[in-house]
């Protein structure tokens, strides 16, 4: 499976799942709605509030991993990508990603001091689909 087909697949869900790891050293997942922006297979951006728990677990370990996933009738189709989560809050890049309906999670609008940016820099993923698995390097 080449990364430009692993890409379309990624852009076509409207999920994605964000894993941090907890003070304790256990994965922790999260259903986040798809991600706002995505640069290739590298980089991914999602808005959060800046006081959220899994804001806190990326401050103190940013070791994280994105999973995508299809269920179709009889085949199943999922991508996981492992890598890094950094916690952004400049304007510019808050800014990036506003939408016009997230006054409704963040009540102060783009400048909301609760409002921020997880990107998400992918190394490596899996690919899985119909029993058949492929691990691929991100460049």
Known sequence: MDNSRI????RKQNVAFI???DETGYPNVKAMLKPRKID???????S?????????????NPNACIYFYHKGLI????????????VLTDQKTK?????????MFYKGGVTD?????LRFTAESGRYYCDLETESFTIE
């Not at 509030?49 to 990326?58: E, G, H, I, L, P």
């Open 40 to 46: 290739g297979l590298h980089q991914f951006y999602f």
């Open 75 to 86: 085949k199943y189709t999922g991508v996981m990508l492992k890598g890094t989560m950094e």
């Open 113 to 117: 001091p609760d409002y921020c940016v």
């Open 95 to 103: 800014d990036m990603i506003w939408r016009k309906g997230d006054t």
């Open 7 to 10: 890409e379309s697949f990624i």
């Open 19 to 21: 894993c941090s790891v």
């Open 48 to 60: 959060t509030n800046t006081s959220s728990m899994r804001v806190k677990q990326y401050m103190n």
